[in-house]
């Protein structure tokens, strides 16, 4: 069959074939028109069939691109990326890996500029374009259907370890709600944690935030008035993702902050297959 690529400026032309091939929530049309939405930057959807069959896709955009930030060089530098427009580790190419190859050598020939490939599974642009990678991605199976189990299974210094930071959460109040509760003080949480990572490509708006669809839950951590920390985690079937977090690093040692928002994603777990943590 003879093979052709469609570019859509908006993934409402996207036909639900898209979504059959996509591996991960991030990639799917849903999040795909909320980035449209609240993140946007010139967006071009890539989709190669064969024949009428969508065999292989994956999204360009164009963004400044601080070229040597793993460096930690500023280099800021206008740039076509073949990525998500979003800070996840989630690799932009959905469909049959034998078809990478001519999609991608066809998006070479279409986008005009410097061009950085971002999060590919394989260098498939190896000494054609730049490569980066934002943080990696974890994947834990859960084995266990409830949190007793899971402590029982832990070795006795580790178990007591978690009962000690624990301890330190014991008048911690937990508020979980849809993201529409996202107000500005989540935000600067955000922007402490931006403020110290040195790999970032992006800082996203507050409004994408607020805005996320209903699978993403907000779970937000206070003593008295001060907020603690928080994170954002995404259900998709039995999956939960996490998303994006905040720290009130002022108050993070006291309240063992850091390692309580990881225990309270995985008080979400029970009854899930695994959790997978997208450049945490």
Known sequence: MERKVVISESP???????????????????????????????????????????????????????????????????????????????????????????????ILENEKGFVLGLNMMDDYLTNRVLNMRTLPTFIIKNKFSDLESYENSLRHNYRRRLHLFRNNFRDVRTEVSDCSLFIGEHYRLYL????????KLETIHMELFQNLPSNFTLSTYYHKKDMLCWHITCHDGKNLIFFFGGMNYKLRDQYQSYQNNLYGIRLILVNLIKIIFMGY
């Open 12 to 106: 409402d032309n996207i036909g639900c074939e898209w979504d059959q091939i996509a591996d991960f929530y991030f990639q799917k049309r849903e999040f795909l028109k909320h980035l449209q939405k609240y993140n946007s930057c010139s967006q071009r959807y890539y989709m190669l069939y064969d024949g009428n069959k969508l065999v292989a896709g994956t999204i360009v955009y164009t963004f400044k691109v601080n070229l040597l930030t793993f460096l930690h060089i500023p280099s800021p530098l206008k740039m076509r990326i073949i990525g998500l427009p979003v800070s996840v580790a989630t690799p932009p190419l959905i469909g049959q890996p034998a078809e990478f190859g001519y999609l991608l050598t066809h």
């Open 192 to 199: 402490e944690i931006m403020r110290r990572t040195r790999t």
